[in-house]
Nanobody, 114 residues
């Protein structure tokens, strides 16, 4: 079964940066549009960044201009570079195929202090 593992989260001050990684095993991302999602306490999971098979990217308005998604197919890995972080970015971050056809990973916690 496909396994998704997210990493790179942590505690950072407002204005700081983090780079998240998502590695997929027992599967391939080559033919998949991929997305980074986040779930803040008490809120629903939301899609914040997406990248198509052809590397076209789209972002939620809340992160546009601050986050950048990228992919390295040869490594089966998707990245999320997060800059100018704000306290409202605090959440558990997950990645998945845009079809949501894979099991969710455990996510990686990002905490932004003010």
């Amino acid at each position: 079964q496909v396994q998704v593992v997210e990493s790179g989260g942590g505690l950072v001050q407002s204005g700081g940066s983090l780079r998240l990684s998502c590695t997929v095993s027992r599967g391939t991302i080559v033919f998949e549009g991929m997305g980074w999602y986040r779930q803040a306490p008490g809120k629903q999971r939301e899609l914040v960044a997406r990248i198509s098979v052809g590397d076209i990217t789209n972002y939620a308005d809340s992160v546009k201009g601050r986050f950048a998604i990228s992919r390295v197919n040869a490594k089966n890995t998707v990245y999320l570079q997060m800059n100018s972080l704000k306290p409202e970015d605090t959440a558990v971050y997950y990645c998945n195929a845009l079809t949501l056809s894979w099991p969710w990973g455990k996510g990686t916690l990002v905490t932004v202090s003010s």
